[in-house]
C-alpha cells in the first residue's frame, strides 16, 4: 500500500514537474515604437510589403563610422548593402565621399548614371563579357569617364590577359586592382610570389593601368575558438603587408598614391582601432545593422532597417489533420493559439513585433502568405501590421521597388531601390 501511495505520488509530481516546463506565454503587443508605426501603415500603408529605414538610426550609425575612422582611412560605400540611390546618395553626403564598390555590372551602369562623379571599384571579378556590356550601355552624353573613375578587380593571370584584351578592342587603357588573398581562401593571389609573377605580366601589358590592390578580411570576424581575434586580424594585415612590398619591387609599375582597400562591416573596427596596411575601407550593412551582424565589434551600432508586412489573416492555430488536438495544444504552448498569415514572406527575416511570433516550423515557409504563430497575447487582427529585422541587407533591398523612410518614428518619406537584375 505505501508503495501504491509513494509511487502515485512520484507519478503526480513527475506530471507536475512535466506541467511546469510547458512553454510560458511569450506574446506582447507591439511596443511604443512599433505601434506608432503600426497606427502609420493602418492609415497611410500601401497595403503591401514595405522596407523602413529609420533616418535617426542611419545618422547615429554613419556618425559612429565616421567617428571610428577619424581620417585614417578613406571610405568606400559597398553598393550591394546599400541597394537605392538615394541612400547611396544621402550616406555620401554626410560621410563625405564619393567611392563606391559595386558587385554587379547592370548596377554598375546605374550608379556610373546617378553619380557621375563617383570612383566605382568592383568588389569582385567580372567575366569579360558583363565588363563588355557595361561599356555597350553606357550613354556616350555622360559626364563620366570610365578610363578614370572605374577600377576592375583581376584575379588571376589569366583575367590580366583578357582584360588586356578588352581594352585592346575598347581603344581605351583599363584601370585595374589586384584581388589579394590575406586568409579568406576565396580566389585572389594566394602569395606574394604569385603576385610578383601577375606585375611581371603587367610590365607587358601597357593597356592596363594599376591602381593598387584589395583583399577581404571576413574570415577574421568568424574566427575559430582556437583563433583569437586580434591573432587572426593581425596574421591578415600582416599577410596584406607582404604583398604590398611584392608589388612595390616594381617601382615603374606601382603608383605614387596606391589603393589599398579592405576591411568591410563585420572588420571595420578593427581597422580603426590597430595599426592597419589599409588607406581604404569598404563598409556597408554596418550603417544598417541587420541581424547578422549583431557581433560585439558593432554592439554600438543601431539596428535600422525594417519589413513590415500586413496581416492577411488572423485564425485559431488549427494544423491541418490535427484539429481535435488545437485545444491540447495550445493549452500546452499559448504561443500556437493564433495563427497570422502575412502578404508576402520567406524573407530572410524575423518577427520582432508584436514579441512572441515565431514561423510556424510544423507548417512550414510560403513566399505568398508566410505563417507565424502566436498567443492571443499579442491582440492582432487583419488589420494590423507585422514587423520583421531582416538578417542581412545584401540582395534584400533589390526585392522592395522602395524604401520608406521614418524621422523621429514618422513617416516621411521614400527612395526606390536599384533592383537585383
Known sequence: MKRRHLLGGLGALGLFGGWALRPADRGREHDAYFAELNRQLQRDGDGVPTLLLDLDRLDANADLLAARLAGRCQLRLVAKSLASTGLLEYLAKRLQTRRFMVFHQPQLNRLARSFPQADLLLGKPMPVPAALNFYRQLPHHLDFSPERQVTWLIDSEQRLRQYAELAKALGQPLRIALEIDIGLQRGGFAT???????????????????????????????????????????????????????????????????????????????????????????????????????????????????????????????????????????????????????????????????????????????????????????????QDWVFLRPAISEGLLGDFSEIRLLRRGQLVGRWSTIGNG
Open 192 to 382: 606574394p610570389q604569385a603576385l610578383a609573377q601577375a606585375m611581371q605580366q603587367l610590365r607587358q601589358l601597357p593597356v592596363l593601368q594599376l591602381q593598387g590592390l584589395m583583399g577581404y578580411d571576413a574570415h577574421v570576424a568568424h574566427n575559430p575558438p582556437w583563433q583569437a581575434q586580434i591573432g587572426a586580424f593581425s596574421e591578415a594585415d600582416a599577410r596584406y603587408r607582404q604583398f604590398i612590398a611584392s608589388a612595390q619591387a616594381f617601382s615603374e609599375l606601382w603608383p605614387a598614391g596606391p589603393l589599398l582597400n579592405g576591411g568591410g562591416s563585420l572588420t571595420y573596427p578593427l581597422h580603426s582601432r590597430q595599426q592597419s596596411s589599409l588607406n581604404e575601407i569598404a563598409v556597408g550593412s554596418a550603417l544598417l545593422k541587420p541581424a547578422e551582424f549583431d557581433t560585439t565589434l558593432l554592439e554600438d551600432h543601431q539596428p535600422a532597417l525594417w519589413i513590415a508586412s500586413p496581416v492577411l489573416k488572423a485564425l485559431d492555430g488549427t494544423l491541418p489533420y490535427a484539429q481535435p488536438l488545437q485545444p491540447l495544444i495550445e493549452t500546452w504552448n499559448p504561443n500556437r493559439q493564433h495563427a497570422y498569415y502575412l502578404y508576402g514572406g520567406r524573407w530572410p527575416a524575423q518577427p520582432v513585433s508584436p514579441a512572441g511570433l515565431a514561423y510556424d516550423e510544423l507548417y512550414g515557409r510560403s513566399a505568398n502568405q508566410d505563417r507565424l504563430v502566436g498567443s492571443a497575447t499579442t491582440q492582432l487582427t487583419d
